[in-house]
């Protein structure tokens, strides 16, 4: 099995919601999928077949490890998930400091600088959040049929604006921005449900991340990774967030693969660091 600096890393991210995978190679996505589950004989299934298919040692895990078996745990390399969230958006988004969003089932706020992450905060407002309102409400649970209704729908139809209130603005907020979520409702039609149910994770988590990328001075490298952060819809609204919060988001290439490529990225960060203590790069 190769065991060099240039071999391929295996990066494992064990999410909430189901797990995801990357192999990458001097720094390069060479592959990523996702399987829709979390038990230990479905992830160690998958884990066992790239360890034949790639011949490697480097096994890295983000994620939840808890009841992980005993061979997998000795194989791998455990990255803070803070540490994967952070170099995964930075790397993505080629950006050497940021604020990088993940949303996933819920949302983390991360502020990478000088390879290092900090944890700034975060909610537990995000795609789960998407998921089961919207099995409530519009009977449905399949993200990508929630987005195509959303984006055919109006959220002003259930939320309460500031027009309604008989303002043509309040501060910095203008008169079709939203004073109250869910609070005017004037259509039960599912498209504008879901819609609401979109703008309100969107809104949510876009003037969180605005405050927290104002309070390091980064407000122009907002960096959204997740799954969530794919949907056309929520983006709308995270730029319109940033418009009234005068903050700029980033939405690079692949973010749903932001924190298992991150893992990876940070081993071999790690692993050149400690080759060349000196900082000077490995050839």
Same mark, same amino acid.
Request: one cysteine or more.
């Given at each position: =099995? ?14 909430? %919601?189901?797990?995801?995978? !990357? ?43 808890? &009841?992980?078996?005993?061979? =997998? ?29 993940? =949303? ?12 290092? $992450? ?9 795609? /789960?959040?998407?998921?089961?309102? %919207?099995?409530?409400?519009? /009977? ?9 209704? !959303?984006?055919? /729908?109006?959220? #002003? ?8 209130? &008989? ?15 869910? $609070? ?30 104002? %309070? ?39 973010? &749903? ?5 991150? #893992? ?20």
């Amino acid at each position: =099995m190769a065991n060099t600096l240039n071999a391929p890393i295996i990066g494992i991210d064990r999410g909430a %919601s189901c797990t995801d995978f !990357a192999v990458i190679e001097s720094d390069a996505l060479i592959e990523i999928f996702s399987i829709e589950n979390r038990d230990w004989q479905s992830i160690r299934t998958v884990y066992e077949r790239l360890i034949s298919k790639y011949q490697t040692r480097h096994i890295v895990f983000s994620g939840s490890a808890a &009841g992980m078996p005993g061979a =997998m745990k000795k194989a791998s390399t455990i990255i803070a998930e803070i540490d994967a969230i952070g170099f995964g958006g930075a790397v993505l988004s080629d950006c050497n400091e940021c604020v990088v969003v993940s =949303m996933g089932t819920g949302s983390a706020i991360v502020h990478f600088a000088n390879n290092s $992450a900090e944890h700034l905060g975060g909610s537990g407002i995000g795609g /789960g959040t998407i998921k089961g309102l %919207s099995t409530l409400i519009c /009977g449905l649970d399949n993200p990508s049929q929630i987005e195509a209704l !959303a984006l055919k /729908g109006d959220a #002003a139809k259930l939320n309460l604006t500031i027009s309604d209130l &008989g303002y043509e603005q309040i501060s910095f907020l203008g008169a079709d921005m939203t004073a109250s979520n869910f $609070a005017d409702l004037k259509s039960q039609k599912i498209e504008d449900q879901a819609a609401a149910i979109l703008d309100l994770v969107g809104e949510t988590v876009g003037i969180i991340a605005s405050i927290c990328a104002r %309070s390091v001075n980064c407000r122009d490298r907002i960096v959204m990774v997740g799954k969530v952060a794919q949907n056309q819809f929520i983006r709308q609204v995270l730029n319109l967030v940033g418009k009234l919060y005068q903050t700029s988001f980033i939405f690079p290439e692949n973010p &749903g693969y932001a924190t298992v490529y991150g #893992a990876a990225v940070k081993y071999r960060h790690d692993m050149l660091k400690n080759k060349n203590p000196s900082g000077r790069s490995a050839q």
